[in-house]
C-alpha cells in the first residue's frame, strides 16, 4: 500500500454517492423533459390526440418517408424515399393566405422501391412554384423493371391463355411547365414525356397478337395540358373541383419510335352535403391513337382493379365516394365506380364493364392542414385489395 495514497472515509464515500445519485436523477429529469417536448409536437393541445400538424408545418430540410405498396398487378412492396422541403408547409400555407390562391409546397425527392413479383425502380423529381404561383413545374426521372400481365387488347388473346406475363425495363422522364391564367384557379401548360423501354414477353409476340409497332421501345411526346383547380384543401378536399385535359403527340421527329397520340380528360368534384357529409364524383376518360405500343394503351384505373387489367384505345371511369365525419378525428368512406374499355374489337356497347366497390377509415392526423391517412378496402369484379391512403384517393 502507497502510504501517501489517501483512504476515502465513509463520510466521502456518502458526499461521492449522493453527488452521482443527484447527477443521474438531473439526467434523468433533462431527457425526460426534452422526451416530452418532442412527443409535445406530435399531440393538438385542442383535443389532446396524436397531430402531426406542428411538426409538418414548421419541418424544412429532408424528411425519409416509408412507402407502401399494395397493387395487386405487383404484389406487395415497400421502399423509402428522402423528400427535401425547401420551404415549410406553414410558408406555403402562408403564402396561399397572400394570395388567395391554395399553393403547393415546393418539394424534391429521391425514392426506391421494390414488391415481390420483382418490380423495382428508383426515381427523383419535384415540382416548385415561381412568382406568387404564377408559375408552376413538376417533373421527374426514373428507372425502373416492371413485371405485369397482358390480357390482350380488348381482353382477347390469339392463344387460349387467359395472361400473358411481360416485363417492362428502361428509363422514363416527365417534364411539365405551367402557368397561370390571370388571377384564376385554371393553369395551362406543356408537357414533355419520354420513355425508352426494353419489353420482353414470356411467349412469342405473335402468340401474343402483337406487331413489332405495338412492341416499339421509344415514346418520346409533347403536349399542352389545360387544368382547374379550385379545392379548397389539396390533401383532403371538403369542396372545390380539379378538371384537366391533356393531349400528348408522340413523333417519330422528335425522337418516337412510332407516331401515336393520347388524351385525357377528368373531372374530380367535392360536394359538402353537410358539416358531416362530404360526395365525391370523378369521371376520367383517357383514349390513344395512332400506332401504341401496348403498355402505353389507356386502362382501367379503379380501386380493387388489377393495373393494366382492362386496355384498350378508349376507357372511360366512373366512381363515387362519401366519406362521413363521425368525430372530429375519425372518418369512414365508401366508394363504388365502374369502367369501360372497348374501341379496338368491341363496341361501346360490348365494352367490358368491370365494377368495384369498398369501404375504409381515416383519421385525421394532420388536423391544421386537412389531411386525413387511413386505409380502403375494395372489391371488384375480378380482384380485391386494399390500400394506405394518405390524403386523397384519386390521383
Do not use: C
Not at 425508352?196 to 416499339?216: F, H, N, Q
Not at 383517357?286 to 376507357?315: C, E, H, K, S
Request: glycine share 12%; charged share 20%.
Amino acid at each position: 500500500m502507497n502510504p501517501f495514497e489517501t483512504q476515502p472515509t465513509a463520510a466521502g464515500w456518502r458526499r461521492t454517492l449522493r453527488r452521482r445519485v443527484h447527477a443521474a436523477l438531473l439526467a434523468l429529469l433533462t431527457t425526460n423533459a426534452a422526451a416530452s417536448d418532442w412527443l409535445q409536437r406530435f399531440t393538438d393541445p385542442a383535443d389532446g390526440m396524436f397531430d402531426m400538424s406542428e411538426w409538418l408545418l414548421d419541418h424544412k430540410g429532408f424528411l425519409p418517408v416509408p412507402i407502401v405498396i399494395t397493387e395487386p398487378a405487383v404484389g406487395y412492396g415497400a421502399g423509402a424515399a428522402l423528400v427535401f422541403f425547401r420551404e415549410s408547409l406553414r410558408d406555403a400555407v402562408q403564402r396561399s393566405e397572400a394570395s388567395g390562391h391554395v399553393t403547393p409546397p415546393d418539394v424534391f425527392g429521391v425514392g426506391a422501391f421494390a414488391t415481390e413479383n420483382g418490380t423495382k425502380g428508383a426515381a427523383a423529381g419535384g415540382q416548385w412554384t415561381f412568382m406568387d404561383d404564377r408559375y408552376r413545374y413538376r417533373g421527374g426521372i426514373g428507372d425502373f423493371t416492371v413485371n405485369l400481365d397482358f390480357y390482350g387488347i380488348g381482353g382477347r388473346l390469339p392463344i387460349p391463355v387467359e395472361k400473358i406475363g411481360y416485363t417492362l425495363h428502361g428509363f422514363g422522364s416527365f417534364q411539365q411547365g405551367m402557368v397561370r391564367l390571370g388571377a384564376s384557379d385554371t393553369f395551362a401548360g406543356v408537357r414533355w414525356i419520354y420513355l425508352d423501354l426494353a419489353t420482353r414477353l414470356d411467349v412469342a409476340a405473335e402468340d401474343a397478337g402483337l406487331t413489332p409497332k405495338e412492341l416499339a421501345k421509344r415514346s418520346s411526346g409533347l403536349g399542352v395540358t389545360l387544368e382547374h383547380d379550385s379545392r379548397d384543401n389539396i390533401f383532403t378536399p371538403n369542396r372545390g373541383m380539379l378538371a384537366a385535359f391533356e393531349a400528348n403527340f408522340y413523333d417519330t421527329r422528335i425522337g418516337s419510335s412510332n407516331d401515336f397520340q393520347a388524351y385525357r380528360a377528368h373531372v374530380f368534384d367535392y360536394l359538402p352535403l353537410s358539416s358531416d357529409w362530404t360526395l365525391g364524383l370523378r369521371a376520367d376518360a383517357r383514349l390513344a391513337r395512332g400506332d401504341v405500343p401496348f403498355y402505353m394503351l389507356p386502362f382501367i384505373d379503379l380501386r380493387g382493379i388489377p393495373a393494366a387489367r382492362f386496355q384498350d384505345t378508349n376507357v372511360a371511369v366512373l366512381e363515387a365516394e362519401l366519406r362521413y365525419d363521425v368525430t372530429e378525428r375519425w372518418a369512414v368512406v365508401g366508394f363504388y365506380g365502374g369502367g369501360f374499355a372497348w374501341g379496338a374489337r368491341d363496341s361501346f356497347a360490348d365494352a367490358e364493364k368491370p365494377l368495384s366497390g369498398g369501404v375504409g377509415f381515416r383519421y385525421l392526423i394532420a388536423r391544421r392542414l386537412g389531411l386525413f391517412a387511413g386505409v380502403d378496402f375494395a372489391w371488384s369484379t375480378v380482384d380485391r385489395a386494399f390500400y394506405i391512403q394518405v390524403g386523397n384517393g384519386w390521383r
